[in-house]
């Protein structure tokens, strides 16, 4: 048949809905708001809320993970929000925020006091973790594991009450300290934590760790499918151990696929954060970051990311992704949707000289020649024009097509021209070319007798508006950054910015920011979100060249 084969995930889903398990299918988003989303958070949300919308009823909830009290920020929860808009998907009714289950966490772990299956441990952290054992050797069961139903009551209720010190005591799970999976060797439940959050303020003195408190979120929420990363795996056993032994209205399954590594960059929000607060790039949105605000700065498309995220598949084996698929994803979107404009990165003038002074003629090109229906604009050409510095050389090889004296190129669009000279400067930089036109050649094939294979973008140097161009490349110069001995900061890309003086045709600057087109013959570019004012201060950020440069 002509439908794609489904991942395994998708499989097991239909599974559920074929048997009858489930009449529909419920997923969620849970990010912690204390960073900014990357483009592996994308993966995840391209999974759970792409599967919503591949079922009648089904839909993904987006839950805002903040049970920790440290410092969570509105910033983080509207980007957070704007990023998952942006790649085109909507929670509707449906946004939580596991801060508000903080009284059923705490009835939870009551009720697993009362059938003997928590215990308030006052052993230290070191003596926890020596007590813990290892793969090899069984766990040693606390002094306190014993203690009654009632003393264990009355602790927790003193915890709660804020009558002990951080680090103190602990609430833990009374499970098994030999079992062979360490996460069910007694894990703790809540820990004393003096913090103000930023919804329920001083109320609490005790909060939940994630493993008790997520398995919770998901079954208060109905969560038929709870999708997440590979490292979970392990932890699965006493996600199900939590939805057994507490008063859950509902039983979600954990299922776990692998996360989504880069090459050439990091994403941990730690250290996006680190590059951020030691002002390694100019901030979460920097279009040189994996966030999807960076991307997004960059001129990256949703429709290229979820391509992207598509191609990518969902699997259980974990790898790393060359950047390299995605920048095609890019490209290939930008190809087809991105209007074609003129703009020169590295100006040198051009002079045809039998050009009538003050002459201006309209040159005719096409807007997109991958979607006709964009139709073609008109350019004025005049007797002065910009072109790229490398479209000209002194003593090219053979097998260079484009201007040199005596050699004759197009100018895109209109004319042949022939060089006829060239000025240099003391130090020899070419400072202007000149040229003469071949009367009768715009729009007609190349005389005979002349050698005509190329042609070249152009800016009149009349019409032609200043842009700043950002040329970004990679923020790292190495595949694996996080492998690096040196750490990732001393791999950290020093060219991977360069801003250089542009000529852009007015086309090209009378737009609105956020505005794409495709420089011809040097890649896709978008009008910066922040500096670029229409007309004005043009500001181009350079989201693809045409090819890839990397390519070995
Ligand atoms: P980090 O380690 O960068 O802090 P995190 O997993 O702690 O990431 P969360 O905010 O908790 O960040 O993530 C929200 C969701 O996104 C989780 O369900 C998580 O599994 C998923 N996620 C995070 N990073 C990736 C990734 N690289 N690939 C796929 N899914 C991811
Ligand atoms: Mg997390
Ligand atoms: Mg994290």
């Known amino acids: 048949s002509d439908s794609p084969k489904l991942d395994f995930i998708r499989e097991i889903i239909a599974g559920d809905l074929a048997s009858g398990k489930h009449e529909t299918t419920i997923t969620r988003f849970p990010p912690e708001p204390n960073g900014y989303l990357h ?33 969570e920020e509105t910033e983080y929860v509207e980007s957070i929000k704007t990023d998952v808009k942006w790649l085109g998907f909507e929670w509707g009714d449906n946004l939580y925020y596991a801060s508000n289950y903080f009284d059923f966490y705490y009835e939870s772990a009551i009720h697993l006091i009362k059938n003997g299956k928590a215990y308030v441990d006052h052993q230290t952290s070191e003596e926890m973790r020596a007590n813990r054992g290892n793969l090899t050797v069984p766990g040693t069961p606390s002094p306190y594991r014993d203690r009654s139903v009632e003393e264990n009551l009355d602790l927790f209720a003193r915890m709660k009450a804020g009558e002990f010190q951080e680090g103190e005591c602990i609430l833990r799970a009374k499970i098994d300290m030999a079992s062979p999976n360490l996460n069910l060797r007694d894990p703790a439940l809540y820990r004393i934590l003096h913090a103000e959050h930023h919804n329920t303020g001083d ?50 399954r954990q299922i776990e696929f692998a996360r989504l590594n880069l090459t050439y960059t990091v994403m941990s929000k730690r250290k996006l954060l680190q590059l951020v607060k030691e002002n390694h790039v100019s901030g979460w949105d920097d279009p040189r970051m994996p966030t999807i605000s960076g991307i997004r700065r960059r001129g990256y498309t949703p429709e290229a990311v979820r391509n992207f995220c598509k191609r990518v ?54 807007n997109n020649p991958e979607n006709p229906e964009e139709g073609t604009r008109r350019i004025a050409l005049t007797r002065e024009v910009w072109i790229e510095r ?37 130090d020899g930089t070419i400072t202007e070319v000149r040229a003469e036109f071949l009367p009768g050649t715009m729009g007609a094939d190349t005389p005979e007798g002349v050698v005509c294979k190329a042609a070249i973008h152009w800016v009149s140097a009349t019409h032609g508006v200043d842009a700043e161009v950002r040329l970004y490349d990679r923020l790292f110069t190495v595949e694996d950054p996080d492998g690096e001995e040196g750490g990732f900061l001393s791999v950290i890309n020093p060219d991977a910015l360069k801003t250089v003086a542009a000529k852009v045709e007015p086309a090209a600057a009378d737009v609105e920011a956020g505005f794409r087109c495709q420089f011809e013959r040097t890649g896709y570019f978008i009008a910066d979100a922040k500096d670029h004012v229409p007309g004005t201060k043009v500001v181009y950020n350079r989201t693809v060249p045409l090819r890839d440069s990397w390519a070995k």
């Open 313 to 366: 598949g969902i699997t259980k084996y974990n790898g790393t992704t060359d950047v390299a698929l995605l920048e095609y994803e890019v490209r290939d979107h930008l190809n087809k949707v991105a209007p074609r404009r003129m703009a020169v990165l590295e100006p040198l003038k051009l002079v045809l000289t039998n050009w009538p002074d003050g002459h201006e003629e309209d040159v005719e090109v096409v």
């Open 39 to 71: 483009i592996g958070h994308a993966k995840s949300i391209c999974l759970n809320f792409g599967i919503a919308q591949e079922h009648p009823g089904a839909r993904c909830h987006l839950r805002f993970d903040d049970t920790n009290p440290e410092k």
């Open 390 to 426: 490398e479209d000209f050389m002194e003593d090219p090889p053979k097998k260079f097509f484009r201007l040199g004296p005596e050699r004759h190129v197009r100018l895109r669009g209109g004319y042949i021209v022939k060089c006829t000279g060239y000025e240099k400067a003391d």
């Open 203 to 252: 109320a609490w003195h005790i909060y939940p760790m994630y493993d008790f408190a997520h398995p919770l979120e998901d079954a208060l929420e109905h969560i038929t499918h709870s999708l997440c990363t590979l490292e979970f795996e392990n932890h699965r056993p006493l996600y199900d151990w939590f939805i057994d032994n507490c008063p859950v209205p509902s039983k979600p």
